[in-house]
């Protein structure tokens, strides 16, 4: 057994040191490449995703590699919440209290939203969330009753006067309609929303998908985030994204779907879970 046991360590080390072991995903020849900015060396262009390829991905994540989809929104939430303490660290907020507006829809980006809001209470931001339509899912209620239990204000309604939004918030999180959004004219009490949202003179971030936005062709109707926070991967509308900041986050895609669906993600700087774009 001692012996099996040695050999077992032995074939190990030996693939470790032929790179064997965990390998990473390679740009196949003959694709167009750009020169990576880190290292030097060629590497493929980013993936943008399609509304389908997006839809495949999560499926197979949560039917192969048996994540659970409580698991995959917990992951997007707290990574979503670090992407805000990389662009708006608390030292750089103009209010003296460390205020944030939390927008949440009725489906899974708002559930990314409310898990945004809890992790950046631990980080010591103050957010504030509007969650005008809750979910009757028993999962999204559990994230709704996490943030009540840390004590997160919820707003009763969106105040409609701008200025009021401007001098109470240092920013705004639209969690509202991500990419399992319907394609197709926004519903009340959205429209509403997004309208005043187009108001603000305070940074929108939008988490994965701006609301308002086609998955794919964008809308120039929709809102126009400062931030764009794209989860896993990006969404072909980020391409015409014209905010100030883009931010990729969640670094936990295993490397054969990385490679099945040609990703060419990014290298992550350290062990952080957010890289800019």
Known sequence: KRQQQRRELQLLGAKAERGQLYPRPRAEPGKMSCPSSQSGEQIEPLRYLSRVEAEAIEKELLEDY???????????GHASAMAVSKVFPLPSLPRKQPTVLVVC??????????????????????????????????????????????????LSYLPTEVQLINDAYNLVIDAILGADAEP???????????ATLKQIRIPIISLDVPSGWDV???NSEGISPDVLVSLAAPKQCATRFLGR?????????????????????????????????
Request: charged share 25%; net charge negative.
């Open 66 to 76: 048996r994540f659970g989809r409580q698991q995959l929104i917990e992951i997007w």
């Open 105 to 154: 829809g009725p489906d899974q980006n708002g559930a990314i939203g409310l898990v945004c809001a809890r992790h950046l209470r631990v980080f010591e931001y103050e957010p504030t969330i509007f969650y005008p339509k809750r979910s009757l899912n028993s999962l999204y209620r559990d994230f709704t009753t996490q943030c009540e239990k840390m004590d997160i204000p919820f």
């Open 184 to 194: 197709g004219e926004v519903k009340e009490p959205y429209a509403s929303i997004l």
């Open 216 to 218: 794919e062709t964008g």
């Open 245 to 277: 900041h883009h931010l990729l986050a969640g670094r936990f895609l295993p490397y054969d779907v990385q490679k099945k669906y040609e990703l060419n993600l990014p290298e992550y700087p350290g062990t952080d879970c957010v890289v800019s774009l």
